[in-house]
């Protein structure tokens, strides 16, 4: 099995640059631990007997910058940094345009999800070569409510959701490669916009997208408070590794 990694990573990082910690610098350019956040996700993935490759998709003014970077650390997969789009649909696309057609599956990852772990990506790797999409995803533990606007900038809420029907999605994202080509010819075709890669492949009739259990560590780092969360995260991930 080989499979073919997409790290997203033209976002504009709004909510993140309207913070002090964060201004002036996109927030997978964020350093943790003196290294970049889209790096620091790359690694785990390079650790990974079954990926081959990895795909950065930026901005076109960061190509330059963030090949170097890559480049530099010398990781035990080859990275390819390719020019994103103003969406992320968009950026996976055109990354998904770069891909080796030899791969079995392409994994779309955040570029902001450090800390996804090996089982899990094992395990979704493993779950997609057998049913040919999946996902990670987690329950939600809060109530989740059904709302509706209301004038005088009120909401009110119009049913409670049980949560076992719900997840939470989270990435990788993982398909069939053949699976996920088809299944961004069909929206561009008709435009249609998709939250997130599975809701792409939903709309094919050949197969059902599976879940697999995730973690709450596998957080996406969107505002600043996440970067402290982050810093603990790698705290006990450095712990972990020092242990005989």
Not at 27 to 37: A, E, R
Not at 118 to 147: H, L, N, Y
Not at 170 to 191: H, I, K, N, S
Request: charged share 25%; glycine share 6%; net charge negative.
């Amino acid at each position: 099995m080989k499979v073919s990694v997409i790290l997203p990573a033209a976002g504009l990082g709004t909510r993140m640059a309207r913070s002090a910690a964060g201004a002036g610098s996109r927030k997978q350019f964020l350093p943790l631990d003196g290294v970049p956040l889209f790096l620091y996700t790359a690694r785990k993935f390079a650790e990974c007997e079954a990926v081959a490759e990895i795909l950065v998709a930026v901005r076109p003014e960061d190509v330059e910058w963030t090949q170097g970077v890559a480049d530099g650390a010398h990781l035990a997969k080859p990275v390819k940094v390719v020019e994103g789009g103003d969406a992320r649909q968009d950026s996976v696309d055109r990354a998904l345009a770069h891909v080796d057609p030899g791969v079995d599956l392409v994994a779309v990852h955040d570029a902001v999800r450090p800390f996804i772990d090996r089982p899990t990506m094992e395990a979704v790797f493993a779950e997609a070569a057998r049913s040919g999409a999946a996902i990670v995803g987690i329950v939600p533990v809060d109530t989740v409510k059904q709302v509706e606007p209301r004038p005088e900038n009120r909401i009110a809420i119009r049913a409670t959701i049980p949560r076992d029907h719900l997840v939470l999605a989270q990435t990788p994202q993982v398909f069939r490669y053949d699976l996920l080509c088809r299944a961004f010819a069909a929206a561009r075709a008709d435009g249609f916009i998709g939250t997130d890669e599975a809701s792409l492949v939903e709309r094919l009739d050949e197969v059902e997208v599976s879940v697999v259990a995730g973690t709450d560590r596998n957080i996406k780092i969107t505002k600043p408070g996440d970067l402290a969360l982050a810093r603990l995260f790698l705290q006990t991930e450095q712990a972990g590794q020092e242990q005989p």
